[in-house]
């Protein structure tokens, strides 16, 4: 098992930035890749984008390339979304996932395998 925390979120102004974390416990061993991903009220669990846990490659969502940037510490098994230039589109819930085998694509939620409870960003315009 694989447990996630996030945390970071609040409310921000739109041009503003925020930094969510997500530290994970438990069999961090087995983790391949921590992806991001945000969910806003009616709508579908949308990607932001992944980092690879031993490579440290990226890969993000169309909608927060250039803005957004995922990095890691695994020292201290955490992963960072770093978001600037916010826009009031960017509100959701922003969720950390695991995922611990290979697939197809980590651009979808089923290509992980343990969630966190997820952290309220809102951006007021």
């Known amino acids: 098992q694989v447990q996630l925390v996030e945390s970071g979120g609040g409310l921000v102004q739109a041009g503003g930035s925020l930094r969510l974390s997500c530290a994970a416990s438990?069999?961090?061993?087995?983790?391949?890749?921590m992806g991001w991903f945000r969910q806003a009220p009616g709508k579908e669990r949308e990607f932001v984008g992944y980092i690879t846990w031993s490579g440290g490659s990226t890969y993000y969502g169309d909608s927060v390339k250039g803005r957004f940037t995922i990095s890691r510490d695994n020292a201290k098994n955490t992963v960072y979304l770093q978001m600037n230039s916010l826009k009031p589109e960017d509100t959701a819930v922003y969720y950390c996932?695991?995922?611990?085998?290979?697939?197809?694509?980590?651009?979808?939620?089923?290509?992980?395998?343990?969630w966190g409870q997820g952290t309220q960003v809102t951006v007021s315009s």
């Open positions: 438990g069999r961090t061993f087995s983790i391949y890749v």
């Open positions: 996932a695991a995922g611990t085998r290979t697939y197809r694509t980590y651009a979808v939620p089923r290509g992980y395998d343990y």
